[in-house]
């Protein structure tokens, strides 16, 4: 288990890997994995007022508010096992969730942001992977019909839970996603690049190769 005190950010567009890298980043630090994306869709599922409210505007690739959102995590980062650090994983995704995440963690005094990684990856690889994508209803697992294919069609080789594919991973919603991301999300750069935990990684190739790489940016690797 890592030395790693404080949080990781993983920034990059829909489809880099972020979901894919935080969980295998959670297993080698032991910090627990904050995916905005995961507890939204688990609102849906379990049909709260937020999930409600959250459902369209996500099939439809436009992002959530900041309020909401923050809110979430605000609640999230007070649990015990945030402590020492979480990986966030599709957040923050504005400016203005970065600002709140800075006065939020400011109010906790708690510990700081110990490194953003940007994952970079060309946009054809991005839609290849996005349309492919198959996730487990019932555990999240990730899965590629291709790259990564379940042993049994349409089941997880994890729980047996069910195959599917998100709704927001069609070509027509992906195309909105990524100009969202171009136009909310990309600015974050350059709101993080000054910090000293600031780096870039290439997550092109394959999974094992990319994990590598960010263990060994992460210090996590001799
Ligand atoms: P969210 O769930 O966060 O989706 P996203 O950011 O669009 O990212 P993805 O989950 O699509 O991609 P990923 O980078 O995690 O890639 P993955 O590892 O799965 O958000 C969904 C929606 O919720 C948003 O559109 C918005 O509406 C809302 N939302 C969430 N957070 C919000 C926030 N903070 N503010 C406002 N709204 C918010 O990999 C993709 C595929 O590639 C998989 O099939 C995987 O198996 C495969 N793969 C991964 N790595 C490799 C590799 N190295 N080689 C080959 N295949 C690979």
Do not use: W
Request: charged share 25%; hydrophobic share 35%; with cysteine.
């Amino acid at each position: 288990m890592s030395r790693l005190l404080g949080h990781v950010i993983l920034l990059g567009a829909p489809g880099v890997g972020k979901g894919t890298q935080a969980k295998l980043l959670a297993e080698d630090t032991g910090l627990p994995h904050l995916s905005t994306g995961d507890m939204l869709r688990a609102s849906v599922s379990s049909g709260t007022e937020m999930g409600r409210l959250a459902k369209a505007v996500m099939e439809s690739g436009a992002l959530v508010s900041d309020e909401v959102i923050l809110g979430i995590v605000a609640e999230r980062l007070r649990a015990e096992d945030a402590q020492n650090g979480v990986i966030f994983d599709g957040f923050p995704r504005t400016v203005k969730q970065a600002e709140g995440l800075d006065s939020l963690l400011r109010d906790l005094h708690g510990v700081g942001i110990a490194k953003v990684i940007r994952i970079s990856l060309d946009a054809d690889e991005i839609v290849r992977r996005l349309s492919g994508r198959r996730v487990c209803r019932a555990c999240g697992a990730i899965y590629h019909v291709l790259y990564h294919p379940p042993r049994q069609e349409g089941i997880c080789d994890l729980c047996g839970g069910q195959l599917e594919q998100r709704p927001d991973d069609q070509p027509s919603v992906i195309r909105h996603r990524l100009a969202v991301y171009e136009a909310e999300t990309s600015p974050l750069v350059d709101y993080y690049r000054h910090l000293p935990g600031y780096a870039e990684v290439d997550g092109q190739g394959e999974t094992e190769q990319v994990r590598e790489r960010i263990r060994l940016t992460l210090g996590l690797k001799e």
